[in-house]
């Protein structure tokens, strides 16, 4: 009676790790998480006010599927006042977060049979939206030598004739990485002369360290016109609105009335208040907010980094952005974060959520947490690392 789909569909493992340690919070133990994929921070106060007086406002009504239109022109104004890059608010879709805006984007290019490259490591979500299309996963082992990202070789290596896109993430989860812009327009140009697509997931674009954010919207230094492209981003990180699912995303005018189907038919159309309240994201206050606390980000990264060696731990590469460190696990990750969390009472999250090939060799520490708590978690981490066996 059950789809293929629904039962070949893997759980998501950190929520079972994150389970065992509600259990053990139960029992008294006190947990520390460095395992959630969300930013510690409440709503910015600008943007819970917005939200406040919309709903005393009444404004709980449907609005147009592809989004409220002060919505969609403001953030094209922030790509040209952010980026300099040049995006007409026709072309942005307001969607309920990058999940959905994944998913439109998948069903809107994806026919049953056409082959996708992925990511490995990755964002587990990505292949259920691939699969839920009809599409055919196949994955690039992305290495820690080139950040964890792909680069021009690996997807021409993998390109076959039944494949029709890409999707990529910048910076990663799990790996907190970026690609660089050269390697991204060399790929985003080849991709093109495939006649191919690239899902582009920019979610935790802002949220990076050492160098200035970037689009994949950004002129093409080739000139190569970017309407083989969907841009991905969300209101869940950067701006600490998880909870209430906003996101939106960048479409070539080709996609625009399919696109508009697919909302129309699958969600109707976003949070309404919680559209009103992103419009309070872009006024400066806000986005002071969330400087400061990409700062906040920026110094427990470096922290993190600086002390991990010393309770025996490495990162994969540079993680410079999003708040995750891929770390190399001391021995089987699934075995070790179940140490960790047993004997120590910190939740981490084990490589294989996010790699089919090498997950068992790394683990996921998030740093979504406060600086007094990721010192107390070292700790922890450094006396379980070097106890005598
Ligand atoms: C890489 C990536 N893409 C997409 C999402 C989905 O985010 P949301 O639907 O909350 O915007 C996440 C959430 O963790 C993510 O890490």
Redesign the pocket.
């Known amino acids: 009676m059950l789809s293929r789909l629904s039962q070949s569909i893997e759980p998501f493992h950190v929520m079972e790790i994150v389970k065992q340690a509600d259990q053990l919070q139960q029992q008294g133990r006190d947990v520390i998480h460095l395992s959630i994929?969300?930013p510690d921070f409440p709503l910015p106060e600008p943007v819970a006010q917005a939200l406040t007086q919309a709903i005393g406002a009444g404004k709980t009504r449907y609005t147009a599927a592809l989004g409220l239109q002060e919505l969609r022109e403001t953030i094209a104004h922030f790509y040209d006042s952010r980026f300099g890059a040049t995006v007409s608010p026709g072309q942005v879709v307001i969607t309920?977060?990058?999940?959905?805006?994944?998913m439109y984007a998948c069903l809107a290019l994806i026919n049953p049979g056409d082959e996708v490259l992925l990511c490995d490591p990755g964002?587990p979500?990505?292949k259920t939206f691939v699969q839920t299309a009809g599409g055919v996963v196949r994955t690039i082992q992305v290495s820690e030598d080139n950040n964890f990202q792909p680069t021009l070789a690996e997807v021409q290596e993998a390109w076959t004739p039944k494949t029709q896109g890409i999707l990529l993430?910048s910076p990663?989860?799990p790996t907190g990485t970026r690609i660089s812009s050269n390697v991204l327009n060399d790929i985003v140009d080849w991709v093109a002369t495939q006649g191919g697509f690239i899902i582009m997931?920019e979610?935790?674009q802002l949220l990076c360290y050492g160098s200035q954010p970037r689009t994949l919207l950004s002129q093409s230094p080739s000139g190569q016109t970017r309407d083989h492209c969907v841009v991905?981003n969300?209101?869940?990180?950067y701006f600490g609105m998880?909870g209430l699912?906003?996101?939106w995303m960048v479409v070539p005018e080709a996609l625009l009335t399919p696109i508009e189907k697919l909302a129309q038919n699958l969600n109707i159309c976003p949070s309404t208040p919680a559209q009103w309240a992103a419009l309070a994201c872009f006024k400066q206050e806000t986005l002071d907010i969330c400087e400061a606390r990409r700062a906040a980000f920026g110094n427990r990264r470096e922290f993190l980094l600086r002390e991990l060696p010393n309770v025996g731990l490495h990162a994969g590469s540079n993680p410079d952005g999003?708040f995750y460190v891929y770390a190399h696990a001391p021995y089987g990750s699934s075995q070790y974060c179940s140490d960790l969390l047993q004997t120590q009472a910190v939740c981490t999250v084990p490589g294989k959520d996010f790699s089919q090939k090498e997950g068992e060799a790394m683990f996921r520490i998030s740093y979504a947490n406060s600086l007094e708590r990721i010192e107390q978690a070292l700790q922890r981490m450094g006396q379980f690392n070097c106890r005598e066996i």
């Open positions: 994929g969300e309920s977060g990058a999940s959905t805006g994944l964002y979500c990505n993430a990663s989860n997931d979610i935790y991905i969300s209101f869940s990180k998880t699912r906003l996101g999003a």
